[in-house]
């Protein structure tokens, strides 16, 4: 009797259990993925938000008590806050082309939008996040402030001793940037997935 449930059993159990296991596997490898990828655009989002609310707070706070008013010496003159409008892009380059640093900007938050669906690293979460932040920031400038819509001048105020003006959405895009180009030496991509060259 054992023999024959042996034999009998023999073709189909090993396969019932070897795709049981199969299943098993996948569905075990499956359901971490997803979770761990909406906590990495969790992420994204979350430090996006951060620096763009810091951005947005700290140039309401330039606009409403540095404007017009004499710069205020942070660490001496080596640092100083002194309120700017800034068409251009950056550190006050180009400010020939407004609009079209904001369609530049536009299309960034888009391409950042579209690549947080394939994220799956910590790390480029943060650093497209940073990015994000500040191309917000930067762009409801450019929507919202005079002269005019898509023409506005971004509100700049950190003013280092020999250097262009600048505001924390752009030390924010800076940051991202660099942590991006560090990430992509090391060979790491959104996804997660690490090679060598």
């Known amino acids: 009797m054992a023999e024959a449930e042996r034999i009998i059993g023999t073709p189909d159990t090993p396969d019932a259990a070897g795709d049981g296991q199969e299943r098993s596997d996948a569905e075990q ?3 971490p993925e997803r979770p761990r990828g909406r906590r990495r655009i969790a992420v994204l989002f979350a430090v996006a938000v951060f620096a763009y609310l810091l951005d947005l ?6 606009v409403a008590k540095l404007e017009h008013h004499e710069p205020v010496e942070v660490v001496g003159d080596w640092l100083r ?38 994220l799956y690293s910590l790390p480029w979460a943060i650093a497209l996040g940073l ?9 409801t ?21 020999h250097f262009a003006v600048f505001n924390l959405a752009d030390s924010a895009i800076v940051c991202g940037g660099i942590l991006i180009v560090l990430l992509s030496f090391r060979g790491l991509d959104p996804d997660g997935t690490v090679h060598r060259d």
């Open 81 to 118: 806050f002194a309120a700017i409008r800034n068409a251009g892009a950056a550190f006050g380059f180009g400010e020939a082309f407004t609009v079209i640093f904001t369609v530049i900007a536009a299309a960034v938050i888009v391409v950042i939008a579209r690549l947080a669906r394939k």
């Open 131 to 139: 990015l994000l932040g500040g191309a917000l920031g930067n762009l």
């Open 57 to 62: 707070g700290s140039k309401m706070l330039v």
């Open 29 to 31: 490898a499956r359901p």
């Open 141 to 161: 400038d450019r929507i919202f402030r005079s002269p005019g819509v898509f023409e506005g001048a971004v509100v700049d105020f950190i003013a280092p001793k």
